[in-house]
């Protein structure tokens, strides 16, 4: 309990003040002095409390308490006579006290009969001034949370890359879902003249606002960093000397930088600190270890290098703690050998969206995610000349429950992205249509609209192309040489009553493209980019 604090009103006579010309205003009188209130501070540990909580008499009078305590004490040199304790189901919220009467007499029983009425009914209004009170403060607070997370996201947004690389010979996936307590992931990529890139993902203890800051800070000096050094472990130990001075108590960073040498799959890497990457190869899952402490908590460390192959068929996964330390129901932990095992299992196409269909499936629908996941996927085919690729850049990815009404969503979501190209206004009207059949499809078809099975949609988009993927959790269920309806043949009953989806998305958009594996489905909407059309977003 914490400390009472009792207010008290005392009213003393004055002197008559001499009389006053009739032109003049009337003095006030003597009885109509103006109340004295006096704080009165009583710990919590006085036995005061415990007798007043207890108390069923109503009205204390003070000259007769027996009790030797500092709060008595504090009420007699104060001149409180009564004291109304205000209990309310068994709490005392508040005190009335009351000095000497201005007539001078005693308090009589029918005044002690008035106050404690008074008292009875005080009692619980005050105690709802106190809870509503109570409500206001905190839904302010909730208010400045809510505010400094929007700062934090809107940071972190900023920062994290728009769009993955294109590196020939090798396709380039990353993944990042943040909890609603933001955290302090990060990732990116540092491509260099002489073809080669770094990537580098990241961990800021704490959340909120000071980890997307320091998060921030760390980022930049890693870049600064990288045009200057070469070594990854140089990189590291540069950025650990700057950071170290600057960073808040208490908080630090984990960071892994790999560096890759396209043509040769050379990858030279260090860490500081951060989970271990994981490399599959024809032999099996294997960690990638090197030594390092994370930054910004000791100055003069260094970090020990190694080096890995990435042959065609192989992939390099770098990711955060969120994912390994999510939690299903039962408060099991996802866990280090569960990941390194599924990394093992055979998978065709991309590994991250089957690796998000194992996690949901482990956590189930009403997971409250603890922590952000981030995942950047390094997947090796064929060795490349060198030459670049048209970049595909990533203007939007986010995920739906599979719900009645969500293909709206999706259509606004995705309208309000390309908003931002200028396209032609009847493509955009058929782009909408085709994305809200699509993601009705799949909401119903492959995922049965279990909405522990989102459908995740993509927007992204080159210079040539714009294009729409929506993927749902079912597998090879369909694809896109369903024949073109027939009316007549369906009224008949000699063709399937469904077709009619796909029939339309097609005649909406200038491709679609339908890939499936064993775990997932992916319909892709791609429109072509005008001639001369604006090739930059603009904000």
């Known amino acids: 309990m914490t400390t009472t604090k009792a207010f008290w009103r005392n009213r003393s006579r004055k002197a008559a003040a001499p009389a006053t010309p009739p032109t003049a205003p009337a003095a006030p009188a003597a009885n109509d002095a103006p109340a004295v209130i006096a704080p009165l501070d009583i710990p919590p540990t006085d036995p005061l409390i415990e007798f007043f909580r207890n108390n069923t008499s109503g009205v204390v009078d003070v000259d007769r308490l027996a009790l030797d305590s500092p709060g008595v004490h504090a009420l007699r040199t104060a001149g409180v006579r009564l004291v109304l304790p205000l209990v309310s189901q068994g709490e005392l919220v508040g005190l009335i006290n009351l000095g000497q009467r201005l007539s001078e007499q005693d308090y009589s029983s029918d005044d002690r009969r008035l106050l404690g009425t008074l008292a009875t009914q005080a009692a619980p209004a005050v105690r709802v001034a106190q809870l509503v009170r109570q409500q206001q403060l905190e839904a302010l607070e909730r208010q400045r949370i809510e505010q400094e997370l929007r700062v934090a996201r809107l940071i972190q947004q900023f920062l994290l890359p728009k769009a993955v690389p294109s590196v020939a010979g090798y396709e380039v996936s990353a993944f990042y879902q943040p909890a609603r307590a933001v955290g302090g992931d990060f990732y990116d990529f540092i491509q260099f003249p002489d073809g080669r890139i770094s990537f580098v993902i990241g961990d800021v203890t704490d959340k909120g606002v000071p980890a997307a800051l320091v998060m921030a800070t760390t980022r930049t ?108 129901p039962s408060r099991e932990m996802f866990g280090f050998p569960r990941l390194q095992g599924l990394m093992g299992e055979s998978v065709n196409g991309n590994l991250v969206p089957f690796l998000l269909d194992r996690l949901h499936a482990f956590t189930g629908p009403d997971w409250e995610q603890e922590d952000d996941v981030t995942m950047v996927l390094l997947q ?46 009847d493509k955009v009207q058929r782009l909408k249509t085709a994305v809200a059949e699509a993601t009705m499809n799949a909401m119903e078809h492959g995922n049965k609209y279990r909405e522990d099975a989102p459908v995740l949609i993509e927007v992204a988009r080159d210079s040539r192309n714009l294009t729409v993927s929506i993927t749902d959790r079912g597998g090879n269920q369909f694809g896109s040489d369903t024949p073109a309806p027939d009316l007549m043949a369906k009224l008949a009953g000699q063709q399937s009553p469904r077709g009619w989806g796909l029939f339309l998305i097609q005649n909406m958009v200038d491709e679609m493209q339908v890939t499936s594996d064993e775990a997932h489905h992916t319909v892709k909407l791609v429109i072509h980019l005008a001639e001369g059309a604006q090739g930059e977003l603009t904000e």
């Open 380 to 425: 090796a085919h064929g060795r490349g000349n060198g030459s670049h690729t048209r970049q595909m850049e990533t203007l939007a990815r986010f995920e739906l429950p599979s719900r009645p009404g969500n293909e709206r969503r999706a259509m606004e979501q995705v309208a309000e992205v390309v908003g931002l190209l200028h396209l032609p206004q």
């Open 221 to 328: 000096l890693l870049r600064a960093t990288a045009e200057q050094l070469v070594s990854p472990g140089a990189v590291l130990e540069r950025t650990n000397n700057l950071l170290v001075e600057e960073i808040p108590p208490k908080m630090f960073v984990t960071c892994l930088y790999a560096l890759l040498e396209p043509a040769s799959g050379t990858l030279v890497f260090a860490n500081a600190g951060h989970d271990l990457p994981y490399h599959r190869t024809r032999e099996g899952v294997f960690e990638l270890r090197a030594r390092g402490m994370p930054l910004g908590l000791l100055p003069g460390m260094q970090y020990e290098e190694k080096e890995a192959t990435l042959r065609p068929g192989d992939c390099l996964l770098l990711y955060s703690d969120g994912l390994v330390e999510a939690h299903s």
